[in-house]
């Protein structure tokens, strides 16, 4: 049994069928891809696991408990973080701050009225902020306003903040799309280190074939809304379905 | 200081000196000169500073921080008066009950016109606010005249209970707003050879509550719940995806800001007990928004600022008519005297609108952060050199919210 499992998921859009009886199973502590060419239902997907989208069909369980129906706060509070395509932070807040919320979600819960003590006065708050960005190496910029810093500092951020929740699963979309090289390897370093010093599920969504098989341990093929194939990154890479998924039946 | 740091606290100290100070500052002039009609000093007046600044200041919570731009706040001020005169109807003449009932009225208001409106962001919020504060200025116009007594407004009258109290004084007068027996409108002027200066009890209860009202949003703006409004306005998505539900951040905001606003209209209704439908009317709400934007949005003391300046201008400016003018310019010949009296007198008198709209526009384009913007530039001119520049940037993003 997986920390997350995927059953029978279907979503249509009117008459597109995205997804169609989707079975999905994600084991513990290990890094899940989840691959397929444009259109192959990879968002959609994601959007049922975190509460965006409700799916027509199917279940969809994380750590024993359903998520069909909760909210994205529920789930995130259930110990699911997601990371977007295009980093989302505070981009008005400084760094530090943007580090911050996350720990007090993750300690007074989904809201809290703490309307009069100082952000600044509380000292457990600011030393596991502090003691993140010292991980993620941002110790420096902990003053700078967020929205100023360059995309790779962002996705660094923003990982950093989904680290913050203390997530079971962590969820990647994309994470290094629109990159340049050296910030793709850097986000692909950070994430191994991640995967190797914590205990913590990824699952991930990518097109650059590089940071899949960099970092996966298993992966699943989507090809118009349903799984081709599950399998480790060996085996996937000379799989003839996954090549005719991919560069077409000629190929 | 109480809580405060250091740059914080000296702020609230600039603040409380001012506020205790204003009936000599706004005096600057002696009475009998010609400058004395610039004089603000005059109990009315400065409440009316006090009362508008609160008001601004409970607005900003909500806009500043969240970026909710209510365009319907006045309904909080309208329904704090009524709750407030309906206090000296039928219990007493006590201010602090009026005041009292005034804030929870708008709070009970805040939170039901909160729940709906917030159900939608950016201007479709904006619409929901303006509507229920239209639809309350129409009730209270019409059908609700039976509480509000409609187009007259209202008032106090030989016929009500106060229980607590007495109906009608022993010489058939109208009893008046206290505070346990001290008078709203006493007055003690202190006479300085040429200069009078006003000090007015009601003044200075509007300015205990103006100085708490102030102090809380201090602590407000940098608590944990006010780094949360922030993000609001920063990025909702990410607070989802972070385990924070943003709904009832907004709608504490919300209502904190509707209690701020019934508080001005309850210390309205507490200097003058009369409550009428029109201080419910959207220029009204409008007025409040411009106050804030002037003085600088999600800065601390930007809506005191800018409540102060077009309070300023509507009873100072307003009152210079040509015939000040022809004074002003009578050392010109009379030729240019009356053509210049003819190009500016558009802008003054009840022209007032035309000016405070041309300084609102130049505000906005040139100095988007408000005034506040404007004095850190004045500051920053004296005080930057080449070298400490990219210092004094970090230094400024330690308080983002200022």
């Not at chain 2, 309350?136 to 229980?163: C, F, K, M, W």
């Not at chain 2, 703006?221 to 995806?241: C, D, E, I, T, W």
């Not at chain 2, 930007?302 to 040509?322: H, Q, R, T």
Request: charged residues 15%; hydrophobic residues 45%; glycine residues 10%.
């Amino acid at each position: 049994m997986g920390i997350l499992e995927v059953k029978d998921v279907g979503k249509r859009f009117g008459g597109l069928q995205a997804l169609g009886d989707v079975n999905l199973s994600v084991q513990e502590n290990t890094c899940h891809a989840i691959i397929g060419p444009n259109g192959a239902g990879k968002s959609t997907l994601l959007n049922c696991l975190i509460g965006k989208l409700i799916p027509d069909t199917g279940s969809v369980m994380f750590a024993g408990q359903s998520v069909l129906g909760r909210t994205p706060y529920e789930i995130c509070q259930m110990g699911i973080s997601r990371v977007f395509q295009t980093p989302e932070i505070f981009g008005d807040l400084s760094v530090l701050e943007n580090m911050m919320i996350p720990i007090f979600a993750r300690r007074d819960g989904a809201f809290a009225l703490n309307a009069l003590s100082s952000v600044f006065g509380q000292k457990d708050i600011l030393e596991q902020a502090e003691h993140m960005l010292e991980e993620m190496n941002m110790a420096d910029k902990r003053h700078m306003h967020a929205a100023s810093m360059s995309r790779g500092d962002k996705r660094r951020l923003e990982i950093g903040m989904c680290l913050s929740q203390q997530p079971r699963l962590l969820l990647l979309d994309e994470p290094t799309a629109g990159m340049a090289r050296a910030d793709t390897n850097n986000t692909i370093d950070l994430l191994k280190e991640i995967k190797n010093e914590r205990d913590i599920t990824i699952a991930i969504i990518e097109h650059d074939m590089h940071v899949v098989f960099s970092l996966a341990d298993r992966i699943t093929v989507l090809a118009q809304g349903t799984p081709l194939v599950e399998d480790t990154p060996d085996k996937i890479k000379g799989h003839p379905k996954v090549r005719e998924a991919y560069l077409g039946e000629s190929a | 200081m109480l809580g405060l740091d250091k740059k914080d606290a000296l702020l609230f100290l600039i603040v409380v000196a001012m506020v205790v100070l204003a009936p000599f500052i706004l005096n600057p002039f002696p009475t009998d000169s010609s400058l004395a009609q610039f004089n603000a000093g005059y109990p009315d007046l400065m409440q009316r500073f006090l009362i508008f600044g609160i008001f601004a200041v409970g607005f900003n919570i909500l806009f500043g921080l969240t970026g909710y731009l209510s365009f319907g706040h006045a309904a909080f001020l309208g329904v704090g008066s009524y709750a407030g005169v309906w206090m000296f109807k039928l219990l007493g003449m006590n201010v602090l009950l009026a005041i009292v009932s005034s804030v929870l009225m708008s709070a009970v208001f805040a939170v039901v016109i909160g729940y709906i409106s917030l159900r939608r962001s950016g201007i479709y919020f904006s619409i929901l606010t303006l509507a229920f504060a239209q639809m309350s200025y129409a009730l209270a116009y019409s059908v609700l005249s039976g509480i509000t007594n409609g187009e007259t407004g209202l008032q106090l009258s030989h016929n009500d209970p106060r229980v607590l109290g007495a109906s009608v004084n022993a010489d058939g007068s109208l009893p008046v707003p206290n505070l346990f027996g001290l008078e709203m409108r006493a007055t003690e002027t202190l006479n300085i050879g040429p200069w009078a200066f006003d000090f007015n009890a009601g003044y200075y209860v509007c300015a205990v509550f103006m100085i708490a009202g102030f102090y809380l949003a201090i602590r407000i703006f940098r608590s944990p719940f006010g780094m949360m409004l922030r993000a609001v306005k920063s990025n909702q998505q990410r607070m989802h995806y972070t385990g924070l539900n943003t709904r009832p951040y907004t709608l504490a905001a919300f209502v904190i800001s509707g209690m701020y606003a019934g508080l001005a209209g309850g210390l309205m209704v507490s200097m003058d007990p009369l409550a009428g439908a029109e201080r419910m009317l959207w220029t009204r709400s409008g007025e409040v928004v411009l106050m804030t934007i002037l003085g600088g949005a999600g800065t601390l003391i930007g809506p005191v600022l800018g409540a102060g300046f077009i309070k300023y201008f509507e009873n100072i400016f307003s009152k210079i008519n040509d015939n000040v003018l022809h004074g002003w310019f009578a050392f010109m010949p009379d030729g240019l005297e009356n053509a210049v009296v003819w190009i500016l007198h558009p802008f003054i008198g009840k022209g007032w609108h035309l000016t405070l709209g041309i300084l609102f526009m130049l505000v906005v384009i040139f100095l988007p952060g408000g005034l506040v913007e404007g004095g850190q530039r004045i500051m920053g001119l004296f005080r930057r050199s080449p070298k400490d520049g990219a210092k004094q940037d970090t230094e400024a993003s330690k308080h983002p919210a200022e």
